[in-house]
Structures are given as C-alpha cells and as structure tokens.
T-cell receptor, first 111, second 116 residues
Framework: LAKTTQPISMDSYEGQEVNITCSHN???????ITWYQQFPSQGPRFIIQ???TKVTNEVASLFIPADRKSSTLSLPRVSLSDTAVYYC????????????FGSGTRLQVQP | DVKVTQSSRYLVKRTGEKVFLECVQD?????MFWYRQDPGLGLRLIYF???????EKGDIPEGYSVSREKKERFSLILESASTNQTSMYLC???????????????FGPGTRLTVT
C-alpha cells in the first residue's frame, strides 16, 4: 500500500492560489491519486482524481509529474470557504485494497 | 447526486451495550465502507464491503462487525461498546460502474458516538 506524506498545515489568503503537495514514492503502476476535502463535522468530499500529467475540474487541478512519485493539488483563488483538511490517497481499483487517509493537510485561509 | 445517510447524527451508549450504526446509499453502489475518525489520527478504515454479504477487514476491525444483507444498506455493529470506541463514525460508498472508481467515495454526514 503506497504511503503518502503531506504537510500538516498551510496558511493562505483569500484570492491566492494554493498548492498542496503529496509525496508517494512507492506508488504502484496501477495506482491512481485521489484528493478529498473535509470540513469540520462533515464527511470528506471527493475533489479530484488522476493518473498522470494534469487533470482539471471545476474545483481544482491535479498535477502529476512523469515519475508519479508526488502530486500537487492546486486550488485557484481560494476563499474563506476553502478552509478545510485536504487528504491525498493512492490506490488502484483492482484488488480492493484497504484505504488509509492519513492526517491530511489543514488549510487555513485568512481574509 | 449520491446520497449516503446514516441513522443517527449523535448517539450516546453505555459500556457493554450492543450498538448498531446504519448506513444507506441510494445510488446502487456496490462498495460500502465504514471509517472512524479521531483527532490526530485521521480516518481509519474499519470494514468495507464490495458486494452483498461480502466484507473485508480494514485497518482496525477489532471490536466491530458488519452486516450487508441488501445492496443499499451497510451496518456497523459494536458487539459490546467500550469507551475507547467513542468516535466519529463515517460511512461511504463507491462504484466502478459508469467510469467510477473504488476511491471516488461518497460519504455520509457521520455519527458521533459517545460511550460512557
């Protein structure tokens, strides 16, 4: 099971772009990278998933370098409502492996 | 939108009681999950199920059991509740159908269980 490492916390200001990097050195060939967002007293919410290069949706972008040993979640022009914990997961759809969310990155957006 | 509901938002039980936490999803997802979340420990997987009557242990199955008799419902059972099972319990579901992913999970609002 690929282990992930993220910063414990990050601070930003409204309107800035925020990049959260996740390290996953032993990612396997079939593994995808998935990011979640969690607000206090709520369940996590799926944000984005990717395998390689770049994926973009209406919420965020996910950048994955060629070696896939890390990934970066990019949140454009954050607002106060983006204050949350962000989790990076790595795993493959095959095999139905157990999931480890880790402690995530706590993003605090200031006005 | 996928909807995952959990039977209770808050629950208080006494040590030794048998506790049932229910989870229902309305999107015909084949995969369902139970996690617990504790401060500083993140989310930890207790059990998951990839089909009716099928289950697999997660990271911390001790003290818990699960039941999945119908596709839409996944129950977590604490056979004899203990104070160290006081936690937030989160249920989730996912599907590989229609381009989905095992890891694209939809979570319920959680049940905050207190065992006294």
């Amino acid at each position: 099971l690929a282990k992930t490492t993220q910063p414990i916390s990050m601070d930003s200001y409204e309107g800035q772009e925020v990049n959260i990097t996740c390290s996953h050195n032993n990612i396997a060939t079939n593994d995808y990278i998935t990011w979640y967002q969690q607000f206090p007293s709520q369940g996590p919410r799926f944000i984005i998933q990717g395998y390689k290069t770049k994926v973009t949706n209406e919420v965020a972008s996910l950048f994955i370098p060629a070696d896939r040993k890390s990934s970066t979640l990019s949140l454009p022009r954050v607002s106060l409502s983006d204050t949350a914990v962000y989790y990076c997961l790595v795993g493959a759809d095959t095999g139905r492996r157990a999931l480890t969310f880790g402690s995530g990155t706590r993003l605090q957006v200031q006005p | 939108d996928v909807k995952v509901t959990q039977s209770s938002r808050y629950l208080v039980k006494r040590t030794g009681e048998k506790v049932f936490l229910e989870c229902v999803q309305d999107m015909d997802h084949e995969n369902m999950f139970w996690y617990r979340q504790d401060p500083g420990l993140g989310l930890r997987l207790i059990y998951f199920s990839y089909d009716v009557k099928m289950k697999e242990k997660g990271d911390i199955p001790e003290g818990y059991s699960v039941s999945r008799e119908k596709k839409e419902r996944f129950s977590l059972i604490l056979e004899s509740a203990s104070t160290n099972q006081t936690s937030m319990y989160l249920c989730a579901s996912s599907s590989l159908k229609g381009g989905g992913s095992f890891y694209e999970q939809y979570f319920g609002p959680g049940t905050r269980l207190t065992v006294t």
